[in-house]
């Protein structure tokens, strides 16, 4: 269908899929909002709550009167979330539904928050009109308005006394006030009340594992669960390879067999979860080297029987590869400071020394002096290229402009291209990368300025130049003749 004019978009994102599987049905969504009229809304669902990987749902577009009409196939309930201007929109859809809701006032970012790739909107519950309060959605918001009263009221108490008792009480009164209602809401009573459990336990497994996980299924797309198991398991890594020293090499049947040696871990599922998210967050506490999370991943895949743990561990493989020794650098599209657009393919044919910085941290401008050095040494064989993540793009222009006579190197402007940040993992700055010439890894993570980086360069320099001189030049010819 032809358009006469481009559609922004605004993109509804993270669409969480229940435990409620049923037969193929449909969700209509209908209602008018004239502030949104000729945008469309992305809709978006997590692969999977580990690493939260999306992927786009559906799209629906409100037309020139303002209006919205659509109707989509939907077989579970789902919890969708919605980035929408300043908010963070959600809504729990069940099949078979039709909901005609009303959108938050549309409030635009402004321009520090659209530049700011750590931005995080504010949350707020869409309205809907042909909901009664006995719905799903006024259930499970007036019951975590009132769980989180209770958790603010009795946290202290709970934290010192590990009153058990207490916790149960409190427990008993939301049920009281909240009984019954769909599996689904139940389900997120149950995995709820675990908050309440963590502040009362003295034996985390005792008390809060075999009551509220170790007969349980995992609920691969039941967003309470996954709060409740992050929680729980946060730091179970440390916990892990305390307890247990491999004395060969590890395997991924070997972490699950460890685990279900724990009488609250006999559930496969839970056992494979539990691997899963070992072997993720040791990735990220730095007690599995990189290549080892990466094969361990690929064994998870390859020899589980279980579908969602197959596909879980691909998606976390494939994340994880990309960050990978001898891997593509993922390339993207940045301007500089002066408005031109350039690509990490623009400096094929030279190593780049890819670092993240803030012009307001003392580490990045501490290295900012040292990598003037370095660029005034190996420019002709090294581009240093900085992307610049700072929210506030007038201060970061202004402090380049003022020392652009010692900082003359490339300053790329992040923008709105939070994709960059998830793509090369920047949880703090600096963080600094090697590419070769050829676009690929050489160092992942890369050493600081401080951290002898002239000297691993140059012998890094010194092996790719070795490589060269073995490869055969495009006139030579070989012993095949070409």
Known sequence: MKRSKVIPIIVLVCIYTSVLYGQNQTVRIYGSAPEYKNYALVFEHFQNFINQEQSELFTLEINEQGTFDYTFPLNV?????ADIGQFRAYIYLVPGKEYHIKLPPFRPLSQAQKLNPFFQPEPIV???????????????????????????????KLITTKNKNLAKAIIDSLETEFPNGSEFFRMHKHFSYTSLALLASRNKEQD?????????????????????????????????????????????????????????FQRPDLAEMLALWIIYESYHENLLAPKTALQLFQQAANKTNIEPIK???????????????????????????????????DFKGKFVYLNFIHTDNYAC?????????????????????????????????????????????????????????????????????????????????????EENFQEVFISEYNKWRRLQLRKPSSS???????
């Open 126 to 156: 869409i309205g809907i009109l042909n909901e009664s309060s006995e719905g799903l959605n006024a259930r499970i918001r007036d019951f975590d308005h009132v769980l989180g009263n209770k958790l603010r009221n009795y946290a202290v």
């Open 476 to 482: 030579q010819k070989t012993l095949f003749g070409k």
């Open 77 to 81: 309930t789902t919890y969708a979330f």
């Open 365 to 449: 401008r501490k290295d900012m002096k040292l990598l003037k050095k370095i660029h005034d040494k190996f420019y002709r064989d090294l581009e240093i290229v900085s992307i610049v993540i700072d929210e506030n793009y007038e201060k970061a222009s202004q402090f380049l402009n003022e020392n652009k006579n010692n900082f003359n190197w490339n300053f790329l402007y992040i923008a709105m291209q939070g994709e960059i940040i998830n793509n090369y993992n920047v949880q703090a700055v600096p963080l600094y990368y090697l590419i070769n010439p050829d676009g690929k890894f050489v160092l992942v993570p890369a050493p600081a300025p």
């Open 208 to 264: 809060v594992v075999q009551k509220y996980f170790s007969q349980f299924p995992v609920f691969y797309n039941l967003p309470a669960y996954w709060i409740s198991f992050k929680e729980v398991f946060a730091g179970y890594c440390h916990t892990f390879f305390n307890k247990y020293h491999f004395q060969t090499t590890i395997t991924y049947g070997s972490i699950v067999d460890s685990i279900q040696s724990s009488p609250f």
């Open 311 to 345: 596909d879980i561990a691909s998606t976390l493989y494939n994340r994880m590869k990309i960050l990978m020794v001898g891997e593509s650098a993922p390339n993207f599209k940045l301007p500089d400071f002066s408005g031109t657009e350039k690509s990490l393919n």
